[in-house]
């Protein structure tokens, strides 16, 4: 079945420093996916997604680019802030037809010391 | 205005009680769900609902019933409360059902903890 694999975390960066979170998939077909941001005590918001081979989704900074060639779909940000601290979980649309849901990641902690 | 939102934010019970949660959303939407984060964080889909009509219903034990009195509300109903149902349960909804490409909007979730 369909899967996503993201890097175990916890990442812990100072301000400034440069982000990654990696996050591969499996999956038949060609799904769209997504990343989502928790922060803490909250609930779930959409960070960014692609829907085709070669997009790039990008918001606030963060950015991925969908590449069918290595199934990889990593986060990215170039400065990371202390604001940015939450748990990101990358995922793809598991279609089936008429039903379509989301295939999570684990999820990556980042901690993002001033 | 809340897009999605979720009754109660915090659900304590004894084990082998039955308990309610509510989910409504303001996004006109024909599509809602129920996900389910256990204490390590993993999400893993549990029910969804298309125009008030269950479309998705992932292996998970019957004592679960969503309800949805009509497309902006789906209820999660949950006999006979078990210790291992302690987790934070996420409604969400999106435009279309079997629409690859569509966002899925979440609520602020319900922290369950079952003593």
């Known amino acids: 079945g369909n899967s996503v694999t993201q890097m175990e975390g916890p990442v812990t960066l100072s301000e400034e420093a440069f982000l990654t979170i990696n996050c591969t998939y499996t999956?038949?077909?060609?799904?769209?996916l997504f990343w989502y941001v928790q922060y803490p005590g909250e609930g779930l918001q959409l960070l960014l997604k692609a829907t085709k081979a070669d997009d790039k989704g990008s918001n606030k900074g963060f950015e991925a680019t969908y590449r069918k060639e290595t199934t990889s779909f990593h986060l990215e940000k170039g400065s990371v802030q202390v604001s940015d601290s939450a748990v990101y979980f990358c995922?793809?649309?598991?279609?089936?037809?008429?039903?379509?849901?989301?295939?999570f990641g684990t999820g990556t902690l980042l901690a993002v010391q001033p | 205005d809340t897009a999605v939102s979720q009754t109660p934010k915090y659900l304590v019970t004894q084990m082998g009680n039955d308990k309610s949660i509510k989910c409504e959303q303001n996004l006109g939407h024909d599509t809602m769900y129920w996900y389910k984060q256990d204490s390590k964080k993993f999400l893993k889909i549990m029910f969804s609902y298309n125009n008030k009509e269950l479309i998705i219903n992932e292996t998970v034990p019957n004592r679960f019933s969503p309800k949805s009195p009509d497309k902006a509300h789906l209820n999660l109903h949950i006999n006979s409360l078990e210790l291992g149902d302690s987790a934070v349960y996420f409604c969400a909804s999106s435009r279309l059902a079997g629409g690859p490409t569509d966002t899925q909007y979440f609520g602020p979730g319900t922290r369950l903890t079952v003593l």
């Open positions: 995922a793809l649309s598991d279609y089936g037809g008429a039903t379509n849901k989301l295939i």
């Open positions: 999956a038949t077909g060609y799904p769209s």
